[in-house]
């Protein structure tokens, strides 16, 4: 595996830029794909997103001092892109980005990229449900299955905050599910 | 490093699309860079108009002074007293055939041509003084 130094250091440099570019974007496109599905649940519009985290990577290179891990700078990056692209749209549609989740959640009854039943339809309901911070914990830690300090340096938070947030999150899912559950 | 979510959430992800991500965004990346190259070469020599260079403000200036001595000059009317006599009588006397005598006694008023009637008047001490002073004896021997 590559040094992140290395890394770094090559993605600095006009010489090697190029090629330790497309290596970042080789190592981190899936995870950071997933993470950007979640939060838009949309295919198309999470390519967009995608293609937008990596660009603006790209032109702010030279601005990462390294003073937190590559896939955390790219984390927070790939996120505020997928919030900004909700916000953009709801203001759009003239919308709440709460109304446009919902209505995002509704269409993939339809969308030929979501293979869920409706338990897991349900759920992803569910999450909509919570705040931010919270649907990102649960998110990360309940889908991706990260481990509370990999979650504590990636969003800058306190292991026992995450805790307490996750604990919280699964505690008002199950709440709504047990809701609704004659819905299912 | 690539890792798949470990929990089901039904989202599917197109086949082939990881395989073709580096392609698209190649593109992408490119048509950012050359907008940006452009946006900077817009910006990186900018065409600065004066609006008041100081050649254009002394023109300015120039042409006011010019305008203005202009139309001072045609304000300014003559005043008779700032003719000299001489000029006048040598205008009267190139012209005097294109006057009437009634031409130039209406330009005066009538006070003043009273006024010219009696300083006329003169008496005969007065014109025998001058005649004595005048008389030419060559032009009497020859008449």
Known sequence: MLDEKKL?????????????????????????????????????????????????????????KGESKLYTWLYSI??????????????????????????????????VYFQGDSFELLLQKAIATLPNKQQQVFRMK?????????LSEILDTSVGGLKSSYHIAVKKIKQFLKTNETFY | MKTKPTYKHGFKMPENYLETFESRLQLSLKSELENIAKTKKQTKDPKVILLLKPLYISIAVAACIAVYSSVNNTQNTLSIDEIAITNIEEYMFENVGTFSLDQITGEFPQQNIVELEESALYDDQQLQKYLLDHLNTNILIQQ
């Open chain 1, 8 to 64: 770094i250091h090559n993605l600095k440099q006009p010489s090697t830029r190029e090629a330790a570019y497309y290596t970042l974007v080789g190592l981190y496109k899936d995870r950071l794909y997933w993470n950007i599905r979640g939060i838009v649940k949309d295919h198309d519009e999470t390519d967009d997103v995608l293609q937008n985290t990596f660009i603006k990577v790209y032109k702010n290179i030279q601005n990462f």
């Open chain 1, 78 to 111: 790939s996120t505020n892109e997928a919030i900004n692209s909700i916000n953009k749209k709801a203001k759009r549609l003239q919308i709440s980005s709460q109304e446009l989740q919902k209505k995002a959640i509704d269409n993939l009854k339809t969308d």
């Open chain 1, 142 to 150: 309940y889908f991706e299955k990260h481990t509370f300090e990999e």
